[in-house]
C-alpha cells in the first residue's frame, strides 16, 4: 500500500489499473469495521480494467491513522476529497459501501465539485428509528466478545497492528454513536443533487431495506437510478458481483466525462 497526508491522517491506499490523462478515477470507500482492501479487493481489479481504481482504508481503519480520535462520516468525506486532490485528480467517480455508502453520499453532498458520479450502495440519507433501537445493541462490543468471538478476532485481525488490541471496541463504540447520529438530510436537500446517482439497496438488506433507504434517496434525487436487486442481502458487490459489475460499468460508461469538462 501507498499512503499520504490528508488532514493530518496518513490515509494508507491501493491503486489498481492505469491512469489515463483526463478520465476520472473511481474512488470505493469501505464500510465500517474493516478495510478496503477486505471490502473492495475482489472487485476493484475488475473495476479497474476500464478505469483507475483507488481504494483507501479510511481514517482510523486498517493502516489508516486517526489523530483526532474521531469517527464521523463529515472528516471522512472530506478526507475522500482530499486523497482525490492528493492524486491528482480534480474528481473521481465516487463509490461506497454501507458507512462507506454515507460517506459518498456526504461527498456528494457537500463536495459535489469533486463527484463525477455517485454510487451509495445500502446507505441511508436520515437516521430512522430501526437504527437508533438496533444499532447500539448490534454493535455493542461486550455482546460482540460474548456471542461472537470470531468477528471479535476478525477485527483485531484488521486493526490491532496500528491501533492496539483493543481499538476494536472503540472504533464499534465511535462507528455506533455515528449511525445513530449522522446523515440527516432531507427531501429537499437531496433535491439540489446535480451529479448523476445510482443507489444500490439488496432487496433482503436488513439494516437498510426495512426503511426503504434507497427509496428515500433515488425518490428525491433529480435523474437519479435505483437498483435493488432481488433476494440480496447487505453486500450487494459480494453476493452477486458480476452483476454487479455490469450495472455499474454500465452506469459509469454512460456518465463518464474527462476531467477539466465544464459541469
Known sequence: MAHTTVRGAEIHYSTYGTRVEGRDPVLLIHGSYITGRVDWGEIAPQLARDFEVIVPDCRGHGASSNPNGTYSFREMAADAVGLIHALGHARAHVIGHSNGGNVALVTLMEHPEVVATCI????????????????????????????????????IDLHSQHHGTQYWR??????????????????????????????????????????????????????????????????????????????????????????????
Not at 428515500?216 to 453476493?239: D, M, Q, R, T, Y
Open 170 to 263: 472503540t472504533l464499534l463504540q465511535r462507528t455506533a454513536a455515528e449511525i445513530i447520529a449522522e446523515p440527516n438530510y432531507t427531501a429537499a436537500d437531496l433535491a439540489h443533487v446535480n451529479r448523476p446517482t445510482l443507489v444500490i439497496e439488496g432487496e433482503n438488506d436488513s439494516t437498510n431495506a426495512p426503511a426503504r433507504h434507497a427509496a428515500f434517496i433515488a425518490e428525491h434525487i433529480p435523474g437519479s437510478e435505483l437498483w435493488i436487486p432481488p433476494g440480496v442481502g447487505h453486500n450487494v458487490h459480494v453476493e452477486i458481483p458480476d452483476l454487479w459489475l455490469a450495472r455499474v460499468l454500465s452506469f459509469l460508461r454512460r456518465h463518464s466525462r474527462a476531467e477539466g469538462d465544464g459541469e
Open 120 to 155: 451509495p450502495q445500502a446507505a441511508n440519507a436520515y437516521v430512522s428509528a430501526d437504527l437508533v433501537e438496533r444499532i447500539p445493541k448490534k454493535l455493542d462490543p461486550d455482546r460482540i466478545a460474548r456471542e461472537d468471538p470470531a468477528w471479535m478476532e476478525e477485527m
